[in-house]
Each structure stands twice: as C-alpha cells, then as structure tokens.
RNA sequence: GGGGUCGUGGUGCAGCUGGUUAGCACAUCGGCCUGUCAAGCCGAAGGUCGCGGGUUCGAGCCCCGUCGGCCCCGCCA
C-alpha cells in the first residue's frame, strides 16, 4: 500500500472539486469504452465514479482491472460535464480523474455478481458469506443492526441501566429447550452448557443490588430451526427491581418508540395496547396475533347448536366449538376454491372447513337451508358481515379450531391485502397461563419459565389447579412475531419451592440443579422482573427481511450447518481422548 | 421424527403430454468502441441436467432411494 486513504468512496462531494484524493475500495463496474474507461469504486460507504483517460498513465494497466479487486486511485476531483451528472449516487456530481493506480489485490471472479440485482441462491451465499456481506442489501442490514445496538445502549444506560455480562459456560438447566453441552476437560465426565438466556445470572444481579441490569447477549438453544430461528442468537436481556409490570412497559415502550423514530421515523402511540392471553386465543386464535388487521374470530357455537346443522351440532354437544371468520367480500369464491381451503384445513387436521355465503341480510349456498332466518341473522350479527361476505366456519376441538382459524385469518389477510407492510402494530400480551400440560413428560410444565411470579390471587391455586394459574407474565408482540418476552419473578424462596412442587420437581432435584438460586432468594431478594427481545427479530422486522439470516453476519443452515467453515465436524481423536469421550456411531 | 418445495454451464432461470445437436440472460475469455453509470456491439469457450438405482426402444422430464438448500408441523422454559 502506497499510499494513505484520504477519503472514503461515499465521502466526495462538488465540495471537493479540484482536490486530490486517495481512494481505496473494490472495483464494482467497469465500462471500457476503447477510449475512456469508467470504474466503480465500491467500499462500505458508498460508490465513487472513478475515469481514466487513454492519455493517463494508469489507462494500460486500468484496462486489466477486474470486478472485485481491490485498488486505490490517486486522483483529482472533478465535477461531472453538465447531463453526465447520476442524481442516483450520493456522489454521482463528481468523479476522480485518475492519475495513479495501485493494485492492492487482484481478485478471482467471484461465484456471483456481487453488484446486481439478482440474488445468488442462499446455499451459495452461505458458503461464500464474506462475498455475500459485500451486496448492498446486507451492508445495510448489519448497518441497521450496528445502529440499534448503540441505540439500545444508549437508552438502557441513560435510563440508569448497567451493562454486565455473564457467563457462557454454565450449569446446565433441565427445564426448558435442550442445551448445548460442553464437555470439561478439567472435570472428566462432567459438562458446562451455554445459556438459553442469562436468566438466572439476571435475578442474581439483582439480588446483588444492581437493580438495573441490561445486556445484548448471545443465548444458545439445541432446538430445531425456522426462519426466525437460529441456534445461536441474540437478545437484549432486561432485568430491573422494585418493579411491576407497569415499570417495565413503560421502559420498553420508551425503547421501541425511540428505535422505531430514530430507525424508520414512525412515530409509535403509547402507551401500547394491550391484550390478555385468553382474549388473543379467543379472537385471534393466537397469542402473538398480527394486529394490522382485524378479521376476528367469531365463535357461534350457541348460535349453530339450535340449528338443524347436524355435523356442527354434534361437534357443540361433544365439547367441541363452532367458530369461524368472515371474509370480506369473498362471497364469490368459486367451489373449488371453497373445496381448496378445506382440504388445506383438513391437511392441518380440521374435520373440515365450512363456507357460508352472505346474501342480503341471509346466509346462501348449500349451509344455509340447516338455519332459520333467526338464526341467519344471528349469524350475520355475529360476524358482523356484510353481503357479499363469506364466513368460513370450522368445528372441532377448542384449540385446534382456534389454530387452524388463526392460519386461516393470516391467509385470507395476505390473500385480501388487508395487511399493510409499513404499518408497525405492538401489542403486549398479558395474564399468561403459569403452566401448561405436558403430554410427554406427564407433567405440568412452566409456559415462562420457572421463575416467574403467578398473579397474587391465583397463589393458592398452584397446587389445586395448575391449570388456571394466570402468570405475571407478558410478551410484546409486532406484526404477528413475539419480539420480547418476561415475567414478574418469584422473589420470595417459599413461593419458588410451591412452584417446583408444582412442576413436580423434587426437593433433591431443585436443590441439585437450582440450590444457588434458591440459596441466594433466601438472602433478600428485592421484587424484580425483566424482559427479554429478541434482537435478531427485531433487526428483522425494522429491515423488513423475511429471515434472521439476513440481519446474521455468519448464520446457519436450517440444518444447523454452516456452509462456509463446515461447521460442525468430526474432531481429532486426541481431542476426544484428552475430554475422556467416546463416539457412539 | 414428519410433511412440502427446489436442485439444469461460474450465477440466475427456461426446457411443452418423455423423443433427435439441452436454450436464454449475466459473468468469463478475445475483438471493436472516448461519457458511461447493471455501458454498447461482434465473437468464443463453458453444462449430460445433485447423486444412485429403476421403468422405457428412448428420461432433464416418470418411479424409488439418497444428499443438500428453503418453508412448515413436532420441538423452541
């Protein structure tokens, strides 16, 4: 390198006319007109129109460069000739007359073209991830990341937060997702795991005297991936004392409008609105529904159980229910379309999917013969619909009607175009079932986690009747993703003792796998609770990507593979001895 | 663990109900061209269709298996 960089290719202006300047970067384009030769000079900042004149001393070499390699130019700045100017370039008035060149590093073409509008398949891009993150799009996107990250420093520290961190390597934690073991070399036989989230480390801060305690930590779960899932990722992890919950919404919703504002510069109403978990499973059918459209779920179970529908009528008297939604201005779906919905509810395990057209204040079609026209208008009340309306309506098990409706809702909004893309909706969810039923464990298992707080007046129920035990728990929910979740913990050591009763865990077994955290509750533990985002979704979100992977610098496959370093591998044999393992095939 | 979908020159795609030399664009290489900005024009090289097996006179196309990408269910306190 022979020279000094003097400014970045994003960095000139007609500010600079007559300058000389040093530039570095990668050649992005390069238009050899047999005369004159146009390169794009390409770095973080932006893109440089680089000309060189046959009579230049460079032009013979110039003439060899090549996408992707890595040069610097000597040059003088020079405005553009009147109608050459690029009003799509933050640089585009000027250009570098160039007068020295300097190869720095010539490139082999590269498997796809870093600088066009078609997009390599992602297997491709995954393997050549460092050629991938030079695209704009994904510049960008870790830009974006970069910018909330400080944001959200800068918040929890002005709030009074302290950013601590803590550690990778820890005990491994039996409820909740599978971990990731370590094996320890010092101790043969005997395994870290890295952290699902710092959850235990947080209330022990608190129990410290911290009282505000923030972190943007990598948590580590050995679960299956999606598109919004990833086995490492990140979370901003919240935990704050002398709390309820009301202190810790008003927290973050000061966050999410200060990330919102300086990020898209949508201005968010506060406070968010909020909905209680039964309410979003009974209307939505979810507990992280999409609120940036309507479309409610109607349950009509008392409606259709007087009617001659005898499928429907059967399913009300076996404990299922009736519900259904309207679709607005459907009515004129064709047969198959109808026959295609349900057989695409039936492929989710419905029994079947019922279509309702809604004439001039009746029902109409094969369906509508089963009601009165009491009945009829009870229906049409119900939905509220209107004519030209279809309902589509579904009778089976409680959760799995509320299940296939809440796909069917989502469906029919993509469907109508009732959602709309730049709309941000933030909803927090709250009053969560504390424990939910496990089949396979044949026991109740926390929804949370097994610190969290159970509402006051639902305390004594723990033992009695698990399954109505309402948590202090909420999550925040945008556009149909949880993007945060937390609790009101348990701060007193008599109530974390009723809670592992209740999940059956033994005395013995909670003294094995949490005595530390029982120990320390004993030794006054403030009120406390906290929340956690999950980072990557949110970057996801706000770069309106369909994918973590793309707000990831170095991600995985949906195999929990990755294609540049192929990870994982096979180890040396002496690293397996020196850790006393041994492979099972 | 299960379901779906994709897999064709370096890259992105096309390839009709299976039928002769597998097309196109970009990239690559060579030539021409002094104002472009994803420059243009002319030309060349480059693939046996992820892999294995099967059906067939004949398979990129059909069937089975397998590997890989992606999406979903289960799973994810």
Same mark, same amino acid.
């Given at each position: 390198?022979?020279? +000094?960089?003097?400014?970045?290719?994003?960095?000139?202006?007609?500010?600079?006319?007559?300058?000389?300047?040093?530039?570095?970067?990668?050649?992005?384009?390069?238009?050899?007109?047999?005369?004159?030769?146009?390169?794009?000079?390409?770095?973080?900042?932006?893109?440089?129109?680089?000309?060189?004149?046959?009579?230049?001393?460079?032009?013979?070499?110039?003439?060899?460069?090549?996408?992707?390699?890595?040069?610097?130019?000597?040059?003088?700045?020079?405005?553009?000739?009147? $109608?050459?100017?690029?009003?799509? &370039?933050?640089?585009?008035?000027?250009?570098?007359?160039?007068?020295?060149?300097?190869?720095?590093?010539?490139?082999?073409?590269?498997?796809?073209?870093?600088?066009?509008?078609?997009?390599?398949?992602?297997?491709?891009?995954?393997?050549?991830? %460092?050629?991938? &993150?030079?695209?704009?799009?994904?510049?960008?996107?870790?830009?974006?990341?970069? *910018?909330?990250?400080?944001?959200?420093?800068? %918040?929890?520290?002005?709030?009074?937060?302290?950013?601590?961190?803590?550690?990778?390597?820890?005990?491994?934690?039996?409820?909740?997702?599978?971990?990731?073991?370590?094996?320890?070399?010092?101790?043969?036989?005997?395994?870290? /795991?890295?952290?699902?989230?710092?959850?235990?480390?947080?209330?022990?801060?608190?129990?410290?005297?911290?009282? *505000?305690?923030?972190?943007?930590?990598?948590?580590?779960?050995?679960?299956?991936?999606?598109?919004?899932?990833?086995?490492?990722?990140?979370?901003?992890?919240?935990?704050?004392?002398?709390?309820?919950?009301?202190?810790?919404?008003?927290?973050?919703?000061?966050?999410?409008?200060?990330?919102?504002?300086?990020?898209?510069?949508?201005?968010?109403?506060?406070?968010?609105?909020?909905?209680?978990?039964?309410?979003?499973?009974?209307?939505?059918?979810?507990?992280?529904?999409?609120?940036?459209?309507?479309?409610?779920?109607?349950?009509?179970?008392?409606?259709?159980?007087?009617?001659?529908?005898?499928?429907?009528?059967?399913?009300?008297?076996?404990?299922?229910?009736?519900?259904?939604?309207?679709?607005?201005?459907? =009515?004129? %779906?064709?047969?198959?379309?109808?026959?295609?919905?349900?057989?695409?509810?039936?492929?989710?395990?419905? #029994?079947?999917?019922?279509?309702?057209?809604?004439?001039?204040?009746?029902?109409?079609?094969?369906?509508? +013969?089963?009601?009165?026209?009491?009945?009829?208008?009870?229906?049409?009340?119900?939905?509220?619909?209107?004519?030209?309306?279809?309902?589509?309506?579904?009778?089976?098990?409680?959760?799995?009607?509320?299940?296939?409706?809440?796909?069917?809702?989502?469906?029919?909004?993509?469907?109508? $175009?009732?959602?709309?893309?730049?709309?941000?909706?933030?909803?927090?969810?709250?009053?969560?079932?504390?424990?939910?039923?496990?089949?396979? *464990?044949?026991?109740?298992? /926390?929804?949370?986690?097994?610190?969290?707080?159970?509402?006051?007046?639902?305390?004594?129920?723990?033992?009695?009747?698990?399954?109505?035990?309402?948590?202090?728990? %909420?999550?925040?929910?945008?556009?149909?993703?949880?993007?945060?979740?937390?609790?009101?913990?348990? #701060?007193?050591?008599?109530?974390?003792?009723?809670?592992?009763?209740?999940?059956?865990?033994?005395?013995?077994?909670?003294?094995?796998?949490?005595?530390?955290?029982?120990?320390?509750?004993?030794?006054?533990?403030?009120?406390?609770?906290?929340?956690?985002?999950?980072?990557?979704?949110?970057?996801?979100?706000?770069?309106?990507?369909?994918?973590? *992977?793309?707000?990831?610098?170095?991600?995985?496959? =949906?195999?929990?593979?990755?294609?540049?370093?192929?990870?994982?591998?096979?180890?040396?044999?002496?690293?397996?001895?020196?850790?006393?393992?041994?492979? +099972?095939?």
């Amino acid at each position: 390198m022979k020279w +000094k960089r003097t400014h970045n290719c994003g960095a000139l202006s007609s500010q600079n006319i007559d300058q000389h300047v040093v530039l570095m970067g990668w050649v992005a384009s390069r238009r050899d007109h047999g005369g004159i030769i146009f390169i794009d000079l390409r770095d973080r900042w932006g893109l440089t129109q680089i000309n060189i004149r046959p009579e230049s001393a460079v032009y013979e070499e110039a003439k060899k460069l090549r996408n992707e390699w890595v040069v610097a130019f000597k040059g003088v700045v020079e405005s553009r000739p009147e $109608g050459m100017m690029n009003k799509n &370039l933050a640089t585009g008035e000027i250009e570098v007359l160039a007068t020295e060149l300097e190869v720095l590093n010539a490139a082999s073409a590269p498997p796809f073209n870093v600088f066009a509008e078609n997009v390599a398949s992602e297997d491709i891009r995954l393997k050549y991830r %460092y050629l991938d &993150l030079r695209r704009q799009e994904m510049q960008d996107n870790l830009i974006l990341r970069h *910018r909330v990250a400080q944001l959200v420093r800068t %918040y929890f520290s002005e709030q009074g937060f302290l950013e601590i961190e803590t550690p990778f390597l820890m005990k491994s934690t039996p409820e909740g997702a599978r971990d990731f073991l370590v094996p320890s070399r010092l101790w043969r036989g005997k395994f870290y /795991a890295l952290p699902q989230s710092p959850q235990t480390y947080k209330q022990l801060l608190m129990i410290a005297g911290f009282d *505000r305690y923030f972190q943007i930590v990598r948590c580590f779960r050995d679960e299956d991936l999606r598109a919004d899932r990833q086995p490492e990722f990140t979370q901003i992890d919240i935990e704050m004392s002398f709390v309820d919950e009301e202190d810790i919404f008003e927290i973050m919703e000061g966050l999410m409008a200060r990330v919102l504002r300086e990020t898209l510069d949508i201005e968010i109403e506060r406070p968010f609105p909020r909905i209680s978990y039964d309410e979003a499973m009974r209307q939505y059918g979810s507990d992280r529904p999409d609120l940036r459209f309507v479309l409610k779920l109607v349950d009509v179970s008392n409606i259709v159980k007087f009617s001659d529908f005898n499928i429907l009528v059967q399913a009300v008297h076996a404990g299922k229910i009736v519900a259904g939604i309207c679709a607005p201005g459907c =009515a004129g %779906y064709s047969r198959k379309q109808q026959d295609d919905l349900a057989a695409w509810a039936r492929q989710r395990g419905a #029994s079947g999917l019922i279509a309702i057209k809604i004439g001039a204040g009746v029902l109409e079609g094969s369906a509508a +013969k089963f009601f009165t026209e009491e009945q009829a208008r009870a229906m049409i009340e119900a939905f509220d619909a209107r004519e030209g309306d279809m309902l589509f309506i579904c009778g089976d098990e409680r959760d799995l009607t509320r299940q296939i409706l809440a796909e069917l809702r989502i469906e029919m909004a993509k469907r109508l $175009g009732l959602i709309d893309e730049k709309r941000m909706s933030l909803t927090w969810v709250v009053d969560f079932p504390l424990f939910e039923w496990s089949p396979e *464990r044949d026991r109740y298992v /926390a929804l949370h986690h097994p610190f969290t707080s159970p509402l006051p007046q639902d305390e004594e129920k723990m033992t009695t009747d698990p399954e109505h035990v309402r948590a202090r728990a %909420y999550d925040l929910v945008l556009n149909g993703l949880e993007i945060a979740g937390g609790s009101i913990r348990i #701060s007193q050591q008599h109530v974390q003792q009723k809670m592992f009763e209740a999940l059956r865990i033994s005395p013995a077994e909670a003294e094995s796998k949490f005595g530390f955290l029982l120990e320390a509750l004993k030794y006054g533990a403030p009120p406390h609770g906290g929340i956690a985002f999950g980072f990557d979704r949110l970057i996801m979100v706000l770069a309106g990507c369909q994918s973590i *992977r793309d707000v990831i610098a170095f991600p995985k496959t =949906a195999s929990a593979t990755s294609l540049m370093d192929g990870a994982p591998s096979e180890v040396d044999i002496d690293q397996l001895i020196e850790l006393g393992l041994q492979i +099972k095939k």
